[in-house]
């Protein structure tokens, strides 16, 4: 994680500042899903987000 994703982290309008971190690092390298046992906390995300139980159910969709 570099500095320019801290700072992006520390100004984005996310309730959760490592939450924050993970996703803006998560849109740099190009992540295509989500998985997090605190699905609210990325209510405003434009990566696809999953629970772990959501995931499994559908792994056979994502070419698992």
Known sequence: IGEQVLDEALYADAKDFEDAIQYIA????GVNIIITRNKKDYDQSRIPVFSAKEFLAA???FGA
């Open 26 to 29: 998560a849109e740099n390298i």
């Open 59 to 61: 792994e056979h969709n």
